[in-house]
């Protein structure tokens, strides 16, 4: 029998690499899309544009995290056996400019389709995708899944509220709920406003003469790094693998801004010296500390581990950049990077 999934978030980075997975694994792929996404541009083209995948294996619902009528309406209607719950307001630094949204979306939004599933007669299996922001600043590195929630932004309040909400709702309601407590996790189709993919961007643009320099706020800030496509990896595995839990997914290496912006300025051979600057403006009110994280329980219960490094993850967004912006200056349209 072909297994249904359905994801929220279908068109961001993580959703199109695990559309990728799943449709290989002959998955019916399903996705809730809000109605101001505009399709064509996103990171689902190349899915949406075949017509052997679109509305044969890989359908698109309209439907929104803040009208839970319209995600049980359409949730009624796919009876899916898997559920990934990706979307919601992912930037950190931008939830300090609209913390109420980002708990709509984040915090709200998750608790809604808890309970949806809850009324379901035939709930399905859920992955919801946390982040190590619920950690703060924790006095303990690496991580792991018995870390105390200890947010210090409201991005990171909204996913500990929904986090521990899916733990609630596995204890007290008998759903197959899983959190993935996600460590930073990047790629060419990454956001342009996330830090790899802007000093990525950049990069290439000023190698290409498309832009003169990069501002960036802290560039000390460590972060634990790796590979989006072996994190949807993970997601698949925490529903088909384990029992209902929670897993952090994790490299275990620190790195700083400042090796991203080394390793993506030496991809292109440019002395990054003579590029960056600071800017304030890109200044967090407060910055997590220390989030590493440890997968010794996805590595022993799933069998997952990350398989990218941290130099071929920034040489290999670099060298994105650097096709897609030289692709775009022979037509004529290349852009460089927005701040
Ligand atoms: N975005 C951005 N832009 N970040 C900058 C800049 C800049 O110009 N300059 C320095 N940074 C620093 C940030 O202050 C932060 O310490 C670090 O770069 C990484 O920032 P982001 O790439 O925006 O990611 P994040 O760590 O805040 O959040 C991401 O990872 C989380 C998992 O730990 C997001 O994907 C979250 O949704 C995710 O949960």
Partial sequence: MTRRAFITGITGQDGSYLSELLLA??????????????????RLAHLY??????????????????????????????????LYHLAGQSHVGLSFEIPETTCEFTAMGTL??????????????????TSSEIFGRPTASPQTEKTPLAPINPYGCAKAFATQMVRV???????????????NHESPRRGENFVTRKICRAAAAIKLGLQEELALGDTSAQRDWGHA??????????????????YVF??????SVQQVIETAFAAVSLDW?????????????????????????????????PTTSFQELIQE???????????????????PEAR
């Fill in 169 to 183: 709702y596995r204890a007290s309601h008998d759903l197959f709920a899983v959190n993935g407590i996600l460590y």
């Fill in 49 to 82: 544009a075949d017509p052997t995948l679109y509305n044969q294996r890989l359908f698109l619902h309209y439907a929104d995290l803040d009208d839970p009528t319209t995600l049980r309406r359409v949730l009624n209607a796919v009876q899916p056996q898997e």
């Fill in 317 to 335: 967004m670099t060298q994105a950049e650097l096709d897609q912006l030289s692709q775009g200056e022979r037509r004529g349209t290349a852009r």
């Fill in 250 to 255: 994790a490299t275990g290496q620190l790195h």
């Fill in 25 to 42: 694994q002959g998955y019916e792929v399903h996705g809730s899309v809000r109605r101001t996404s505009t399709l064509e541009r996103s």
């Fill in 273 to 305: 010296q003579h590029h960056v600057k600071f800017d304030r403006h890109f200044l967090r009110p407060a910055e997590p500390l220390h989030l590493v994280g440890d997968a010794s329980k996805a590595r022993a219960v799933l069998g997952w581990s």
């Fill in 229 to 246: 496509r072996d994190y949807v990896r993970g997601m698949w595995l925490a529903l088909n693998q384990g029992p209902p839990d929670d």
């Fill in 112 to 129: 809604r389709l808890l309970e949806i599933l809850r009324d379901l007669p035939e709930p399905p299996r859920f992955f919801h995708a």
